[in-house]
Structures are given as C-alpha cells and as structure tokens.
C-alpha cells in the first residue's frame, strides 16, 4: 500500500532555531514535494525533488532513496515560517501524477 | 506570469444547492488536478484532467461529483446536491504536459476554494 508518514505532526520552536521535518515512505517513489500551507492559506510547492539535496534560501531538502525517507530543515526559523509542511509522493507504481500525501506537520516558531 | 487562480475563495451553500468551483491553470500548462481537503485530513487525489478529456477519476465520489476541462476556460469542478460532508478545501494544480513515468512534472497549486455547507 502505497502511505507517506510524517514526523513530527506537531512541533514548536524558538526563533532562530534549526528545525527539521521527516517524511517516509513505504515502497518506491519517483519524485517527492515539500508543501507549505499557512493556515486558510493556499498550498506553496517549496520543493521538488527525486535524489540528493536542493536548497532555496533558509530551506534545505534532503531525499535518501534508498532508506525511503526525506527531510526537510529550515536553518534560523522565523515566527513567519510558522505554517502546516507537508510532504507528498510520486509512487514508482502507479502514475506520474497522482501524489499520495502525508497528513502534514505543524511548525510554530515563537518570537 | 499569473499563478493557479480559482474563484471563489470562499463559498457557502446549503443542503441541496449546486456549488460549481474553478480553476484556471498557469500559463502553458495544460494539464490540471483537483484535490480535496476535508477538515483534519490529509489531502486526497480527485481527478485528473487535460483539455476536454477526464484522464483519472478515480479519486471522486462515484455521485454528484463531475469535472470538466474545456478547450476554452477553466476547469470547472461541479458538487450537486451540496451535504455537510462536502464542506471542505479544494484545490486545484496544474502542470506541463505529464513528464516519463520516472520523472513527473511538477505541480503548482492555487489558493484552494473553501466551500462551507450549512
């Protein structure tokens, strides 16, 4: 069956922490996103990615294809980064388009 | 370079009226996908659609649900017949042509409508 876990679902912080969000996946994928939703907010791809690591500013990605398992850090957390992270997966056996999603993790980074 | 745009935002209906939501893609892209949001959920999979052709419903329910991509306009998703239980977020994505099997395109999402049923 084809499932995305993540971890922590929730999680609060202190400014200017390190944070770090995990995403595992039970059977092959072919590519993975890292979504952000501010709450009543739309959905904002931060990132797409099918091996190694990408990085945007204060966010890193990191996927390891092998152990089935990605994550996403936020270096120097900022109370705006306060949002619902949210990974999602292209399983190799089924389509190239349909995403299976976790069911998110709650940051609250305070001032 | 406008984003994914649906209208309304924010909708409210009662039992048994019709809601009709949109979607209109990024420029070039000519693929679009529905998804729905229902309260403390994940996001699920609806329908996946191209212009004038239903590529996967399998993710809608089997009555009341039914969408459509036009050559000309959005993609209208269409709820008849409104329950409480449809009170959800929709959101709608859109891609390029699809990529191999091994190397999806990726998805841009719009701001989701929310619709409220009373």
């Known amino acids: 069956k084809n499932e995305v876990e993540q971890s922590p679902q929730n999680l609060t912080a202190q400014e200017g922490e390190f944070i770090t969000i995990n995403c595992s996946y039970s059977?092959?994928?072919?590519?993975l996103h890292w979504l952000q939703q501010h709450p009543g907010g739309g959905i904002v791809s931060l990132f797409m990615?099918?091996?190694g690591k990408k990085k945007h500013g204060r966010l890193i990605a990191t996927i390891n294809i092998q152990e089935k398992h990605s994550s996403l850090h936020i270096t120097a957390s900022h109370p705006r980064d306060s949002a619902v992270y949210i990974c999602a997966a292209y399983f190799s056996g089924g389509s190239n388009y349909k995403l299976t999603f976790g069911k998110g993790t709650l940051l609250t980074v305070n001032p | 370079n406008a984003g994914v745009m649906q209208n309304p935002r924010h909708l409210v209906r009662r039992r048994g009226q019709e809601a009709r939501l949109r979607c209109s893609p990024m420029k070039g892209h000519s693929h679009v996908y529905w998804y729905r949001q229902l309260p403390e959920e994940g996001l699920k999979f609806m329908v996946y659609l191209q212009k004038e052709n239903i590529i996967d419903e399998s993710g809608m329910p089997k009555e009341r649900f039914s969408a459509e991509f036009p050559k000309e306009g959005p993609s209208i998703l269409r709820i008849q017949q409104v329950v409480r239980g449809d009170s959800a977020a929709y959101f709608c994505a859109s891609s390029p042509p699809a990529g191999t099997r091994d190397t999806p395109n990726e998805q841009f999402f719009g701001p989701g409508t929310r619709l409220t049923v009373l």
């Open positions: 059977v092959g994928i072919s590519a």
């Open positions: 990615l099918s091996s």
